[in-house]
T-cell receptor, first 116, second 110 residues
Framework: AQKVTQAQTEISVVEKEDVTLDCVYE???????LFWYKQPPSGELVFLIR??????QNEISGRYSWNFQKSTSSFNFTITASQVVDSAVYFC?????????????FGTGTRLTVIP | NAGVTQTPKFRVLKTGQSMTLLCAQD?????MYWYRQDPGMGLRLIHY???????AKGEVPDGYNVSRLKKQNFLLGLESAAPSQTSVYFC?????????FGPGTRLTVT
């Protein structure tokens, strides 16, 4: 069965610190997608990244970077030099391609608070 | 191009009342989804549709019904609302693996 675990419920950091949000997943499929979404206090879901299970290259986008390791079934998200605007709930999610419906299975989220 | 829209944005119901949430997308996507978000639970899939005229159950379908009469619309119905259905409801549509979410509907059942 599919499962996404975000063990960190809440994290607080001081502005300009680096922070890593952990995500561990379980799936029996060999083909899947992994996602990260941001949910700011306004409530909408903001897409951050999608990663194919066959692509283990790390990705960097500005202050954001993602580390995908199939060996440990992890897809961790790092924010470098955090800013107050990064304060939000961050969700990791898994989508299994072979089911054909691309349903998303979400973790329970990590609430990040960046203190000025 | 409005993306995914949801109507209404907020609603308060009394126990036993019924209502329908409307999701509309203008991206010609085949797949559409309804999720609910509860504190500490993340988002959970209620129902989904892989095309016009089709629907399927997700993880938490009890107490809800859906319909997809038109490709662009996906309706979520509560026939007899219960306090346990107090939640934020998100609709999404899908294009080759990337899901686009609506802004959400905050529903309170008293």
């Amino acid at each position: 069965a599919q499962k996404v675990t975000q063990a960190q419920t809440e994290i607080s950091v001081v502005e300009k610190e680096d922070v890593t949000l952990d995500c561990v997943y379980e799936t029996r499929d060999t083909t899947y997608y992994l996602f990260w979404y941001k949910q700011p206090p306004s409530g909408e879901l903001v897409f951050l990244i999608r990663r194919n299970s066959f692509d283990e290259q790390n990705e960097i986008s500005g202050r954001y970077s993602w580390n995908f390791q199939k060996s440990t079934s992890s897809f961790n998200f790092t924010i470098t030099a955090s800013q107050v605007v990064d304060s939000a709930v961050y969700f990791c999610a898994l989508s299994e391609v072979l089911t054909g419906a691309n349903n998303l299975f979400f973790g329970t989220g990590t609430r990040l608070t960046v203190i000025p | 191009n409005a993306g995914v829209t949801q109507t209404p944005k907020f609603r308060v119901l009394k126990t036993g009342q019924s209502m329908t949430l409307l999701c509309a997308q203008d991206m010609n996507h085949e797949y559409m989804y309804w999720y609910r978000q509860d504190p500490g639970m993340g988002l959970r899939l209620i129902h989904y549709s892989v095309g016009e005229g089709t629907t399927a159950k997700g993880e938490v379908p009890d107490g809800y019904n859906v319909s997809r009469l038109k490709k662009q619309n996906f309706l979520l119905g509560l026939e007899s609302a219960a306090p346990s259905q107090t939640s934020v409801y998100f609709c999404a549509s899908n294009d080759r693996g990337e899901q686009y979410f609506g802004p959400g509907t905050r529903l309170t059942v008293t």
